[in-house]
């Protein structure tokens, strides 16, 4: 974990603004920058698949009735998995509806948000878009209304290659080989009242225990995601993933972890979203190794943080159809994003590397239109939301290894998060590209923020890049007719002097600087 000791309040004096201390030593490395870090979700939720990435009679649609726009913007924003089908929506999927003419495809309803689903969109199709966009799937199976054979029967549909009834069907809706899937997560959010098929710890940790030895009977080296607790805020938190575990230990990989983060008026408490991810992370670790500890087991699981973002759900565009309505597609959970949004975004990912000893995988929810960097207007444009650009530039620059960095930094307060960090910062270092990248965030919502780093065991260091992502109003938005107005810059203030970097970070800021090294 990356080592901050805050020392003191922020603020400004006439010697200039705050300052913060960094020492980066390629010595100290936390663990590998892992590529499922910069995962995405698609569920049949709103117009996230039809109108989203599936839309036959758009003008940029190719022959399967994907959006090119769509996976074109995908592939620029770097995602490396997919989770799909859901979400809440999977847990009352029949995976059957999806496959074979879709002509024959039933229609049905979705109670997890009442919708109608025409399940023109299904596993096959789900595949060949996940290939078009050069992402890695990774599967939810339905553990709400369904149970440990229907799971054992959409693993042998997706995997095993032929010569079973459900592979053979595979093979006559057009896919000859097996998908290869790895990474399946058993079920969604089972803690949740919500849910379809809510269970107590103990009857959903036997569920998945069965489900989880069942599909390894099948294929042993398959990754699984047992359900942790749907947020730091539910009640049974801790003791959810300790019974879990208890019944799962052995037979899973990882744990799941989710959290959402919403604006409620207080900017500064916004922008304390990193150090609450952070405290969860530890939290979630703890009670992981506690059960290992009892156990005395010499496995080690580790988190799955396959849904995070921010989500303004008490907003009217996160209301759900009610009564007799049940539309296909509704506008649902259509978050349009300002440049603090983006800000706490590019946070969360300096957040997730900071732990990737621990956290594995992640998933940014969603993908398209819903709570999403990429908004598409049905029959017409898509466009980048505030939030893309952070996550694209951490996706193509992070490499190699995730550093550990001593980090000194005035504290801020907001709202209920007392003393956390004001600048919040990792680094990657890839050796064969002779490059390090300092990923840095300026928390203060009205403070600019000086950054002194001493980059000890690389050499020299020269720039080769330096933006910074900010605007004086941090509530501008990007839109379908202005997207472009406010992107990451240049930041001229950004120096290196042997091993020594300097720069100015402005208040509510996210920045980027990469670095040659040894040179």
Same mark, same amino acid.
């Given at each position: !974990?990356?080592?901050?000791?805050?020392?003191?309040?922020?603020?400004?004096? $006439?010697?200039?603004?705050?300052? &913060? %201390?960094?020492? !980066?030593?390629?010595?100290?490395?936390?663990?590998?920058?892992?590529?499922?870090?910069?995962?995405?979700?698609? /569920?049949? @939720?709103?117009?996230? #698949?039809?109108?989203?990435?599936?839309?036959?009679?758009?003008?940029?649609?190719?022959?399967?009735?994907?959006?090119?726009?769509?996976?074109?913007?995908?592939?620029?924003?770097?995602?490396?998995?997919?989770?799909?089908?859901?979400?809440?929506?999977?847990?009352?999927?029949?995976? /059957?509806?999806?496959?074979?003419?879709?002509?024959?495809?039933?229609?049905?309803?979705?109670?997890?948000?009442?919708?109608?689903?025409?399940?023109? +969109?299904?596993?096959?199709?789900?595949a060949k878009w996940s290939a078009k966009a050069g992402v890695e799937t990774m599967?939810?199976?339905?553990?709400?209304?369904?149970?440990?054979?229907?799971? @054992?029967?959409?693993?042998?549909?997706?995997?095993?290659?032929?010569?079973?009834?459900?592979? $053979?069907?595979?093979? &006559?809706?057009?896919?000859?080989?097996?998908?290869?899937?790895?990474?399946?997560?058993?079920?969604?959010?089972?803690?949740?009242?919500?849910?379809?098929?809510?269970?107590?710890?103990?009857?959903?940790?036997?569920?998945?225990?069965?489900?989880?030895?069942? !599909?390894?009977?099948?294929?042993?080296?398959?990754?699984?995601?047992?359900?942790?607790?749907?947020?730091?805020? !539910?009640?049974?938190?801790?003791?959810?993933?300790?019974? +879990?575990?208890?019944?799962?230990?052995?037979?899973?990989?990882?744990?799941?972890?989710?959290?959402?983060?919403?604006?409620?008026?207080?900017?500064? /408490?916004?922008?304390?979203?990193?150090?609450?991810?952070?405290?969860?992370?530890?939290?979630?670790?703890?009670?992981?190794?506690?059960?290992?500890?009892?156990?005395?087991?010499?496995?080690?699981?580790?988190?799955?943080?396959?849904?995070?973002?921010?989500?303004?759900?008490?907003?009217?565009?996160?209301?759900?159809?009610?009564?007799?309505?049940?539309?296909?597609?509704?506008?649902?959970?259509?978050?349009?994003?300002?440049?603090?949004?983006?800000? +706490?975004?590019?946070?969360? @990912? #300096?957040?997730?590397? %900071?732990?990737?000893?621990?956290?594995?995988?992640?998933?940014?929810?969603?993908?398209?239109? #819903?709570?999403?960097?990429?908004?598409?207007?049905?029959?017409?444009?898509?466009?980048?939301?505030?939030?893309?650009?952070?996550?694209?530039?951490?996706?193509?620059?992070?490499?190699?290894? *995730?550093?550990?960095?001593?980090?000194?930094?005035?504290?801020?307060?907001?709202? %209920?998060? @007392? $003393?956390?960090?004001?600048?919040?910062?990792?680094?990657?270092?890839?050796?064969?590209?002779?490059?390090?990248? *300092?990923?840095?965030?300026?928390?203060?919502?009205?403070?600019?923020?000086?950054?002194?780093?001493?980059?000890?065991?690389?050499?020299?260091?020269?720039?080769?890049?330096?933006?910074?992502?900010?605007?004086?109003?941090?509530?501008?938005?990007?839109? &379908? $007719?202005?997207?472009?107005?406010?992107?990451?810059?240049?930041?001229?203030?950004?120096?290196?002097?042997?091993?020594?970097?300097?720069?100015?970070?402005?208040?509510?800021?996210?920045?980027?600087?990469?670095?040659?090294?040894?040179?």
């Open positions: !974990m990356a080592a901050t000791e805050p020392v003191g309040p922020t603020g400004t004096s $006439d010697a200039g603004p705050a300052a &913060a %201390k960094i020492t !980066m030593d390629p010595a100290f490395a936390v663990g590998p920058v892992r590529r499922r870090t910069f995962g995405a979700f698609v /569920e049949h @939720l709103g117009r996230c #698949v039809y109108t989203g990435i599936f839309e036959p009679d758009h003008p940029q649609a190719d022959e399967d009735g994907f959006r090119g726009d769509v996976l074109e913007l995908t592939r620029e924003l770097g995602v490396s998995t997919v989770r799909y089908p859901g979400g809440n929506f999977v847990s009352g999927y029949r995976w /059957e509806d999806g496959v074979g003419p879709a002509d024959k495809r039933p229609v049905r309803l979705d109670l997890a948000w009442h919708s109608t689903d025409p399940n023109l +969109v299904g596993v096959d199709e789900f599967m939810a199976v339905n553990l709400g209304t369904r149970g440990t054979q229907e799971a @054992l029967d959409l693993l042998e549909y997706c995997n095993i290659d032929g010569g079973t009834a459900l592979s $053979d069907q595979r093979r &006559a809706n057009g896919a000859k080989s097996g998908y290869g899937i790895k990474m399946w997560c058993l079920g969604n959010e089972m803690d949740g009242p919500w849910q379809i098929g809510h269970k107590n710890p103990r009857e959903y940790g036997r569920l998945a225990a069965d489900t989880a030895r069942g !599909m390894r009977m099948v294929e042993p080296d398959l990754e699984l995601v047992a359900c942790g607790s749907s947020g730091p805020t !539910m009640s049974t938190f801790g003791e959810w993933e300790r019974i +879990v575990l208890s019944e799962t230990y052995e037979l899973v990989d990882l744990i799941s972890a989710h959290q959402y983060f919403e604006d409620f008026g207080d900017l500064q /408490e916004h922008l304390s979203a990193g150090a609450r991810m952070e405290a969860f992370i530890h939290d979630i670790v703890s009670h992981i190794d506690h059960v290992k500890s009892v156990k005395k087991s010499t496995k080690r699981v580790h988190i799955s943080f396959d849904e995070w973002n921010v989500w303004h759900m008490s907003r009217d565009e996160s209301r759900a159809p009610t009564g007799k309505d049940w539309p296909v597609a509704p506008v649902l959970l259509e978050d349009t994003y300002t440049v603090a949004d983006a800000v +706490v975004v590019g946070d969360l @990912l #300096v957040t997730l590397l %900071k732990n990737t000893d621990r956290v594995h995988s992640a998933s940014l929810a969603q993908l398209v239109n #819903v709570i999403a960097p990429i908004m598409a207007e049905p029959g017409g444009r898509a466009w980048k939301q505030t939030t893309f650009h952070p996550f694209a530039l951490t996706s193509r620059h992070a490499s190699g290894t *995730v550093l550990q960095l001593a980090v000194e930094s005035p504290l801020v307060s907001g709202g %209920k998060t @007392l $003393d956390f960090a004001t600048v919040s910062a990792v680094a990657t270092y890839d050796a064969e590209k002779g490059e390090a990248v *300092v990923f840095a965030v300026n928390r203060s919502a009205t403070e600019a923020l000086g950054l002194d780093a001493v980059v000890s065991g690389l050499g020299n260091v020269r720039v080769v890049e330096a933006v910074t992502y900010a605007n004086k109003d941090p509530y501008w938005q990007a839109t &379908a $007719d202005d997207s472009t107005s406010v992107l990451p810059s240049e930041n001229v203030s950004v120096k290196a002097d042997g091993g020594r970097l300097t720069a100015e970070l402005p208040a509510v800021s996210w920045s980027m600087i990469r670095l040659a090294v040894g040179q």
